[in-house]
Antibody, heavy 122, light 107 residues
Framework: EVQLVESGGGLVQPGGSLRLSCAAS????????MHWVRQAPGKGLVWVSR????????TYADSVKGRFAISRDNAKNALYLQMNSLRVEDTAVYYC???????????????WGQGTLVTVSS | DIQMTQSPSTLSASVGDRVTITCRASQSISSWLVWYQQKPGKAPKVLIN???ILESGVPSRFSGSESGTEFTLTISSLQPDDFATYYC?????????FGGGTKVEIK
């Protein structure tokens, strides 16, 4: 069974840092681009970041550029999101998600993890 | 960035009703559009990809169509399990963007 399990969320003060992890299983992790998507409480979905198969190419939404860093460890089947200089508006459930097809340029997210809640508050 | 405008934001309907949700892209995205269903506290689930391709295991009462930059998700006969929030998402270009969501409520 293809599965993604996030961890690392919690309560952090504004300006603080947090590192999210996503454990992947049931598929060849190193074959897929991976993503982080977030959802503020009661709000819609927002794409945050992506990383290519070997970790050499990353892309970010403007709202997190320069503050967040995505990375992966293919030996451990793990995806990470290092979040620095956190703001109140970063409060959200953070989902890791996989590109559906390993070889397609145009791709959607499938599957998604269950999400981990990050709360930025003083 | 490509803006995805989804309507309505909330929809009240009864079991058995035909339901239509619309998503309009701010520019051409070809057919690179996916529809997700999300239930409270759960991750989104893919219903339809490439505008009209039904995912394996998704009931045939769900269908998708397109006309230019306007995309439609139709539920032919609403079932109790369908009360949820639906999102469209374009995957034509980065940043990937979502519609604002449509919450389908019980009338």
């Amino acid at each position: 069974e293809v599965q993604l399990v996030e961890s690392g969320g919690g309560l952090v003060q504004p300006g603080g840092s947090l590192r999210l992890s996503c454990a992947a299983s049931g598929f060849i992790f190193s074959s897929h681009w991976m993503h982080w998507v977030r959802q503020a409480p009661g709000k819609g979905l927002v794409w945050v970041s992506r990383i290519n198969r070997d970790g050499t190419t990353t892309t970010y939404a403007d709202s997190v550029k320069g503050r967040f860093a995505i990375s992966r460890d293919n030996a451990k089947n793990a995806l990470y999101l290092q979040m620095n200089s956190l703001r109140v508006e970063d409060t959200a459930v953070y989902y890791c998600a996989r590109d559906r097809h390993p070889t397609s340029v145009n791709n959607w997210f499938d599957p998604w993890g269950q999400g981990t809640l990050v709360t930025v508050s003083s | 960035d490509i803006q995805m405008t989804q309507s309505p934001s909330t929809l009240s309907a009864s079991v058995g009703d035909r339901v239509t949700i619309t998503c309009r892209a701010s520019q051409s995205i070809s057919s690179w559009l996916v529809w997700y269903q999300q239930k409270p506290g759960k991750a989104p689930k893919v219903l339809i990809n490439k505008a009209s391709i039904l995912e394996s295991g998704v009931p045939s009462r769900f269908s998708g169509s397109e006309s230019g930059t306007e995309f439609t998700l139709t539920i032919s006969s609403l079932q109790p399990d369908d009360f949820a929030t639906y999102y469209c998402q374009q995957y034509s270009s980065y940043p990937l963007t979502f519609g604002g969501g449509t919450k389908v409520e019980i009338k």
